[in-house]
């Protein structure tokens, strides 16, 4: 089945971006779907299409999806982003088609 | 408000069976697939499989198929996941989702959580 590889950890100071990367092969010809889990929380669906946002989620959360790497960011970074994000994909040719990046860790100092 | 209500937290010994429930309530519960997804403690997301509790297809990954069953009764708009008999490797946190069709690349993301159900598996 499709895989997705995130970084473990990223880390990023209060008010900076922070970049959080989804790898796959050719993943630029899928459409990426990133969900935003705190400690103790179900995941919230934070960004889908690539780039679009949910009702209620804030400008500052963006996404773009090329060639083997979809990206989320996060601009003016709060404490409060602080969490767990993973990507996730539907692979509908395939017998699992829902598909989870392993998760990024957000440590904001 | 769309939501979904999932059963209590469980604490079970191995091989006996459990049946955990997601209610879902505010929108047409028969028009939307939900899906199941495991997380082990201090680990990430695992897709289980789906239903479609209008006429109840179902598919699971295939690394669940065989180990759990995921049935609806859609009389009371809710969809559960069962086990037969449990293992200590069942322990988990296990999620309900609502699967929605995105409006513009008409690919499946999971838009609405359940709370999560804990199942320990200890004897």
């Known amino acids: 089945s499709y895989v997705l590889t995130q970084p473990p950890s990223v880390s990023v100071a209060p008010g900076q971006t922070a970049r959080i990367t989804c790898g796959g092969n050719n993943i630029g010809s899928k459409s990426v779907h990133w969900y935003q889990q705190k400690p103790g929380q179900a995941p919230v669906l934070v960004v889908y299409?690539?780039?679009d946002r949910p009702s209620g989620i804030p400008e500052r959360f963006s996404g773009s999806n090329s060639g083997n790497t979809a990206t989320l960011t996060i601009s003016r970074v709060e404490a409060g982003d602080e969490a767990d994000y993973y990507c996730?994909?539907?692979?509908?040719?395939?017998?699992?088609?829902?598909?989870f990046g392993g998760g990024t860790k957000l440590t904001v100092l | 408000e769309v939501q979904l209500v999932q059963s209590g937290a469980e604490v079970k010994k191995p091989g006996e069976s459990l049946k955990i429930s997601c209610k879902g309530s505010g929108y047409s519960f028969t028009s939307y697939w939900i899906g199941w997804v495991r997380q082990m403690p201090g680990k990430g997301l695992e897709w289980m499989g789906i239903i479609y509790p209008g006429d109840s297809d179902t598919r699971y990954s295939p690394s669940f198929q065989g180990q759990v069953t995921i049935s609806a009764d859609k009389s009371i708009s809710t969809a559960y996941l069962q086990w037969s008999s449990l293992k200590a490797s069942d322990t988990a946190m296990y999620y309900c989702?609502?699967?929605?069709?995105?409006?513009?690349?008409?690919?499946?993301?999971?838009?609405?959580w359940g709370q999560g159900t804990m199942v320990t598996v200890s004897s």
């Open positions: 989702a609502r699967q929605v069709r995105t409006a513009v690349a008409g690919t499946e993301a999971f838009d609405i």
């Open positions: 996730q994909v539907w692979d509908s040719s395939s017998d699992h088609p829902a598909v």
């Open positions: 299409d690539d780039s």
